[in-house]
């Protein structure tokens, strides 16, 4: 918040007419720490966190009746003779998480078009040591669980939680050269499109046609809507609502329609940027030249400016920068104050309860990173990928390791693999313990392994001579 704004012209500009200047200031002091701290890289990673502490104290406390009691609170919503009723949990997992999804889906959408996954060479690496991480996780749960009914928890530790990743990347400082940054980022995308897979073919009941004529209907109004070119994004929410009811009637997990809608989100600008300043210029030069008219008179002007402004970028990326500070601070953090309240007194380990525990921890800590290196290596030992340049496998172990903390997705594939009972309430705990080890160890094996400093003709000259010593 800015109490003055300095004119291109020079001129001063205060606060709205009927704000009171002292009010603007208390305010505008109030707010700075926490603008300062939204833009911190980690602020998600610890945002989260924080709300597991408070969700675990919770849960363990002598008002942990309240806590369940919260999560089954019902709420519905009515309209004329379509009525639908959930408990507030409901409305979290299977309602705000499909915001999540549709940001994820945006993002694997922007990846394809421009991003690591557009070029099949340079997407193999991150592509090879994603299916390494997704693959030997479930393999070794599996290897604990299989023919029992606890095997149907092979998906939990295959996902890569991205906030708490980052997180410790941010943590570590300049230690993480870009390229390590953007390895991780496309592994964990690839991540994602493999949980959301697993969730839709594996996690799913029955299909039903009928929910599945109405999610096409859904999906296909938005695609006539773009071809007819509606461009505003509220005229979208509609559509959507219904592709989401769908395919909660249909069977699948209804947060699959939010991934779905995000990927046929356009993924080009519409103006772009010499678009918007030519189109800018010419109205600015039309307002100035008749400056004493009526207000009335600017507004289509302003219109026109509005959506310049709103189509200098593509669809994709709008709403990826409008969403993200409303998911990673809002939306997550409710999720893990719903799901990562464990009640860790009451945890039953004996029997299956066991197989699961350790299943999930092992493949989370240990999975993670074997299966990163071990397929990525094969990958470059193949010549279907090359390490980037800068990027050693000392690093991608790192990667690996970071990998390794599951939370947020690994949480929900949870409540979809057991819904309910003492093998939810164990692998719940398995993934937290698991996460923060991992954490905990890619940042001890980042401030190992991760040179302080390092010269870009070094680290290429090192990862040359690794490249060559797989040959």
Excluded: C
């Amino acid at each position: 918040m800015s109490v003055e704004n300095q004119s291109p012209s020079g001129n001063t500009r205060k606060g709205p007419p009927e704000s009171w200047a002292p009010a603007r200031n208390a305010v505008r002091r109030a707010i700075a720490p926490v603008e300062r701290f939204l833009h911190i890289e980690a602020a998600s990673g610890l945002v989260l966190l924080v709300t597991t502490a408070i969700a675990l104290g919770w849960a363990n406390s002598p008002w942990s009746a309240s806590y369940e009691a919260l999560w089954h609170t019902p709420l519905g919503i009515s309209l004329g003779p379509w009525s639908i009723e959930r408990d507030l949990h409901f409305w979290i997992n299977d309602g705000l998480m499909t915001v999540f999804f549709f940001v994820v889906g945006l993002e694997i959408r922007r990846e394809i078009h421009h991003g690591e996954l557009s070029d099949l060479r340079r997407a193999a690496l991150p592509l090879a040591g994603a299916l390494g991480g997704m693959a030997i996780p479930a393999a070794l749960f599996l290897s604990l669980n299989v023919g029992r009914d606890s095997q149907s928890g092979w998906g939990v530790p295959m996902a890569t939680d991205i906030a708490f990743a980052v997180g410790v990347l941010a943590l570590l400082g300049k230690r993480v050269a870009p390229a390590l940054r953007i390895l991780l980022l496309a592994l964990a995308v690839i991540d994602d499109v493999g949980a959301i897979l697993v969730i839709a073919i594996f996690y799913s009941s029955g299909i039903s046609l009928t929910g599945a004529a109405i999610a096409v209907v859904g999906l296909a109004a938005i695609v006539v809507m773009q071809r007819i070119g509606v461009r505003s994004p509220w005229a979208y929410v509609a559509p959507s609502v219904v592709a989401w009811a769908g395919a909660l009637a249909m069977g699948v997990h209804p947060t699959i329609a939010g991934v779905a809608v995000g990927l046929l989100t356009p993924v080009r600008a519409w103006y772009g940027p010499e678009g918007f300043v030519a189109d800018a210029e010419e109205r600015l030069a039309s307002v100035r030249a008749r400056l004493d008219a009526d207000e009335r008179d600017f507004l289509p002007h302003l219109d026109a400016l509005n959506r310049a402004r709103r189509e200098a970028v593509s669809p994709v990326e709008r709403l990826q920068h409008a969403f993200h500070g409303t998911v990673a601070f809002v939306i997550m953090p409710l999720f893990a104050l719903a799901n990562a309240g464990v009640r860790i007194g009451g945890a039953r380990l004996e029997g299956d309860d066991v197989r699961v525990l350790v299943g999930v921890a092992i493949g989370l800590a240990l999975g993670k990173p074997i299966g990163v290196m071990a397929f990525s290596w094969i990958a470059v030992r193949l010549r279907v990928a090359a390490l980037p340049s800068g990027v050693l496998w000392s690093h991608v172990l790192v990667v690996g390791v970071v990998a390794g903390i599951g939370f947020t997705m690994a949480l929900f594939v949870a409540q979809l693999a057991f819904r309910t009972g003492p093998l939810l309430e164990v692998s719940k705990l398995a993934i937290l313990a698991a996460s923060a080890v991992a954490g905990v160890a890619g940042l001890a094996v980042g401030r190992l392994l991760l040179p302080a400093t390092i010269s870009p003709a070094a680290a290429e000259t090192e990862s040359a001579a690794e490249q060559s010593s797989t040959q």
